[in-house]
């Protein structure tokens, strides 16, 4: 499967408005998947958003297992999709010992780093939120994708935990 052809599909359901339909076709296309330009693992991402987006938030916890499972490349680690969706499902001890052990290990992308950070915000956990994107700021750089978009999630929540404007703050465009 390429890039393209996912995009593709992402692009139809969106126009559907069609999460389930889109949601069964990335899980069953990853089942029998082989290679291409796109990892299994990151199929199987895309499929558990797709469950979530279509409230089913138990076979997007499915997905997102498979995908740790599948131990193939991801734009986010599937752990962080496992957290969020743990909260989701009102399990918020089982969620946080996943980010714990995300942030045990260490290494985390900056994509991940961001995905907890809004997790954590999302739950009700500012200052942890706050120290999740922190850290991800100041371990990337302008060339980062993600930096201008970490800048601002650090932004909004300093403003939300009423905190005065910083040096990284400044940065903001």
């Known amino acids: 499967m390429t890039r393209e052809h996912l995009d593709r599909l992402l692009e139809q359901a969106l126009l559907a408005d069609d999460h389930d339909s889109l949601a069964q076709r990335l899980y069953d296309v990853a089942l029998g998947y082989s290679s291409g330009d796109v990892s299994r693992a990151s199929i199987l991402v895309l499929a558990a958003e797709e469950w ?3 409230g089913q938030p138990a076979r997007a916890l499915e997905c997102f297992q498979r995908a740790v499972e599948d131990g ?5 680690d599937p752990r962080a999709g496992i957290a969020d969706t743990l909260f989701e499902l009102d399990r918020p001890d ?3 010992e996943v980010i714990e052990t995300i942030r045990a290990e260490g290494g985390a992308t ?6 907890v950070a809004e997790t954590l915000v999302a739950y009700g956990d500012l200052h ?3 120290d999740w994107v922190t850290q991800a700021v100041l371990a990337s ?7 201008e978009a970490l800048l601002r999630t650090r932004y909004r929540i300093r ?3 009423g905190l005065p404007e910083d040096e990284l703050d400044a940065l903001v465009s």
């Open 128 to 130: 942890a939120g706050l």
């Open 141 to 147: 750089d302008e060339d980062d994708p993600e930096h």
């Open 110 to 115: 900056t994509a991940t780093a961001h995905t």
């Open 52 to 54: 979530r987006a279509a």
């Open 72 to 76: 193939g490349e991801s734009i986010i």
């Open 94 to 96: 089982e969620a946080r």
């Open 159 to 161: 403003v939300d935990l």
